[in-house]
């Protein structure tokens, strides 16, 4: 499989602020994805990260809130801005990797907003 | 769209008993279905997967079997243990290789 790491881990952000979340892989990557993990609920898929160009948002997600840049193809980020508590949550990347017919995902941040 | 239903839980089995852990889905086309397992404190790990019809995924004892005619996929093991307390994600894949997961279902086996 892979090594996927995520920075920060955990954080805790006040309202209004903006934090940058980084994914990190190290094997040769086809498909790279952003989900959110809301308290005690499921898995949400936020974005399939596109290498080089916009990512592709899912219904409810939108660009302004949440950019997300992946400038080659082991390495992404996500923003959350303009942060409310309601942003609260685990955000983890997960990567389709060449020759694997399946997705491994990366540990989460979890994001805390007062 | 695509939708992925999970029995709601907790679901609390002594050691040793048997464990079924329904999922269906409602999904155009002929996904790819998977299940994933989040033991405490740590990430998502791919436990289990089929990707056609009457095809049984199998790992660390558990079980499940893709049933286009029922839509379902449900997750079976024998006889858990406590080591087996986490929660359970069924998953779908359309072909878009981007996932739909269930509510998920937290497993507690007592001793």
């Known amino acids: 499989s892979a090594v996927i790491s995520q920075k920060p881990s955990r954080d805790i952000c006040q309202r209004g602020t903006s934090l940058t979340i980084q994914c990190q892989v190290d094997?040769?990557?086809?498909?790279m994805f952003w989900y959110r993990q809301q308290p005690g609920q499921s898995l949400t898929l936020i974005a399939t990260a596109n290498q080089g160009s916009e990512a592709t948002y899912e219904s409810g997600f939108v660009i302004d809130k949440f950019p997300i840049s992946r400038p080659n193809l082991t390495f992404s980020t996500l923003t959350v801005s303009n942060m409310s508590p309601e942003d609260s949550s685990i955000y983890l990347c997960?990567?389709?990797?060449?020759?694997?017919?399946?997705?491994?995902f990366g540990p989460g941040t979890r994001l805390t907003v007062l | 769209g695509d939708s992925v239903t999970q029995m709601e839980g907790p679901v609390t089995l002594s050691e040793e008993a048997f464990l079924t852990i329904n999922c269906t889905y409602t999904?155009?086309?002929?996904?790819?279905l998977f299940w994933y397992v989040q033991y405490p404190g740590e990430g998502l790990q791919l436990l289990l997967k089929a990707t056609k019809a009457d095809d049984k995924g199998s790992n660390k004892g558990f079980e499940a079997t893709y049933r286009k005619e029922t839509t379902s996929f449900h997750l079976e093991k024998g006889s858990v243990q406590v080591s087996d307390s986490a929660v359970y994600f069924c998953a779908l894949d359309t072909g878009r290789r981007a996932l739909t997961f269930g509510s998920g279902t937290r497993l507690q086996v007592q001793p």
């Open positions: 997960s990567v389709e990797l060449a020759g694997y017919n399946e997705q491994f």
């Open positions: 999904a155009t086309g002929y996904p790819s």
């Open positions: 094997s040769q990557v086809t498909m």
